[in-house]
């Protein structure tokens, strides 16, 4: 199993109340699988993506990633396996305005201790392969919504890691780059990596091959999809 | 690592160019003029001291001398020279050459209704050897003027110039304290220091001024001779010690009431001077400077919360708490040293003009430590300031961090 998820919790405090984000929730995903998320707004999806992304801890529970305890992980192991295992995709993009596209996606190679001609090549590699190699040398905001999330996409699989986490990715797209970016993640699919990807959308949802819905930070449904 | 940091640092800094700047400008500042005043300070010394080395290290002067406890204690017990000193050391220590013994006053002097205050050496034919200054027009003092007591006197330049003596005035007379005194030469010019004439001086007999001012010139007496043999120096020192002494009367218990003073002495004690000087300076600019790291932490501060969802996404694809860290450090010292090395040249530009522009200034002098130092410095305080805001970018949340607006 690429992930085992027991009990996770995740509760915020917010004056004398408490909100359960994520109540006791568990799973597994397998290698190679196309996980969708779905749920109402603050059901808790963005929650669990960022535990499961190592972005923030859970109040409870244990996170297995590749049967290691994630959550019992210091700062540093933890930033390790952001880098290494995990691409995460974000509804907002999330580029480096500064940087243009090649050295956006070549960041997670610096903190991979990549050396630096390799890294460029990669991260052109890795660009061209998104459809975006003409695009190298543009900053974020010579881009367009659809573009910036192609050189996101680059990014998060740059380092080849086990797991791509999309949190929302169309979410500020049209429906035409929508269905252009489901097209180049299914691509990613087929091609063996493990995807987790969270949308409003049942249409999209649907195209992965299982669906898990939330409510109230609970898993209400867990389905497979044959297509 | 490091070079990507620094490269990060440099994209940051070019792409805020107007904020960068402002940042730095109190480093700049700082910077600058501790070189300017360093080097101003520097270039004074440096022509002090070729001055002094000018006279030739085997030289020894002598002075009276006293550790004052008090003015009523000085006036009481205020320590002389003599002649007979002089000739006592000459007729002893065998290894002495040249030998001069030498008083100085100032006095008034006149002519032709103008008058003016001067320093009156009385002088020994020697003085011309010693002090490796020579009359340029006219003759010297000689033993004879010596031996007659006759009222002669060699100018220095400054005096002909204001007292209006014309073209050549050998063999007009002026008056000194109201005695006329013929003139017999002229001496050459010595230059100024700070814009101040260091010609304005006459000179006349030894035996004359003695005549003229009695007693109380043994107090401002100086004996200065050349030691033939340099190994010699330190002995020489030695016995014009002990002669002096038993001259006094000075018991064991009490300290010398004169002063033995070799050239190596006098540059010594005037680079412990020096040092004293530069410290006071470096020290106001310090200050200067500490408020220009105040400066660079208050801006890194902004930059962190500005930046703060840049922290959030590097964190969020695999950086570390010390990846963080030193990348904001290393902007802060690379943006401080940017400001020493452009206050550095900027310091260098301005005190050559400085000195340049001042009349009678001597050239500047930048000595290379003053360079490292101001690295150093700038460096220094990048670290020292930076270190806080750069931490405190470490230690977000990547989660909170990705949210902030
Ligand atoms: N930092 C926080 N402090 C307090 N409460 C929070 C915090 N983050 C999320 N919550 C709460 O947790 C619940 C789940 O939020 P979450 O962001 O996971 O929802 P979501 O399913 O992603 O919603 P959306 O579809 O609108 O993105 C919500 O009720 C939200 O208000
Ligand atoms: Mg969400």
Known sequence: MLIQVEELTKTYVVGTEEVHALDHVSFNVGEGEFVSIMGAS???????????????????????????????????????????????VFQVFNLLPG????????????????????????????????????????????????QRQRVAVARALVNSPSLILADEP??????????????????????????????????????????ITLKDGKIIEDINHVH | MFIENILLALNSIISNKMRSFLTTLGILIGVASIITVVALIQGIFASIDQQIQQLGSNIISIEPHMEVQSFADYMNNRPELTLTDADVLKRSIPGITDLAPMIFQTSQVKSGGKTRNTFIYGAHPQYQDINGQYVEQGRFLTDL?????????????EIVNSMKLGENPIGKSILIRNVPFKIIGLMEKRGSFFGQSQDNYALIPLTSALDMYGRIAGHFAYIQFRVADMKQLNNVKQQCAAILRRRHKIPDNKPDDFKI??????????????NVITAI???IVGISLLVGGIGIMNIMLVTVTERTREIGIRKAVGATRKNILSQFLIEAVTLSFLGGAIGILLGIALGNLAAHMIPHFPPAHTPLWAIFLGFGFSTGIGI???????????????????RHE
């Open chain 2, 384 to 402: 020292l300031f930076g270190v806080y805001p750069a931490g405190k970018a470490a230690a977000l949340n990547p989660i909170d961090a990705l």
């Open chain 2, 261 to 274: 003073s070799t050239q190596e002495d006098i540059v010594e004690s005037f680079s412990k001077t020096t």
């Open chain 1, 170 to 211: 169309t979410g500020n797209l049209d429906s035409k780059t929508t269905l252009e970016l489901m097209e180049l993640i299914r691509e990613l699919n087929r091609k063996g990596n493990t995807i987790i990807l969270v949308t409003h959308e049942p249409d999209i949802g649907a195209m992965a091959n299982r669906t």
């Open chain 2, 145 to 157: 003027d010596l031996e007659y007591h006759r009222k002669v006197v060699v100018l220095g330049q």
């Open chain 1, 42 to 88: 603050g059901s808790g999806k963005s929650t669990l993506m960022n535990l499961l992304g190592c972005l923030d801890t859970p109040t409870e529970g244990r996170y297995l990633l590749k049967e290691t305890d994630v959550s019992k992980m210091n700062d540093e192991e933890l930033a390790v396996v952001r880098n290494r295992e995990i691409g995460f």
């Open chain 1, 99 to 146: 940087l243009t596209a090649l050295h956006n996606v070549e960041v997670p190679l610096i903190y991979n201790r990549v050396p630096r001609k390799k890294r460029l090549e990669m991260s052109l590699a890795m660009l061209k392969a998104m459809g975006m190699g003409e695009r190298a040398h543009h900053r974020p905001n010579q881009l367009s919504g659809g």
């Open chain 2, 281 to 283: 300076v470096m020290g």
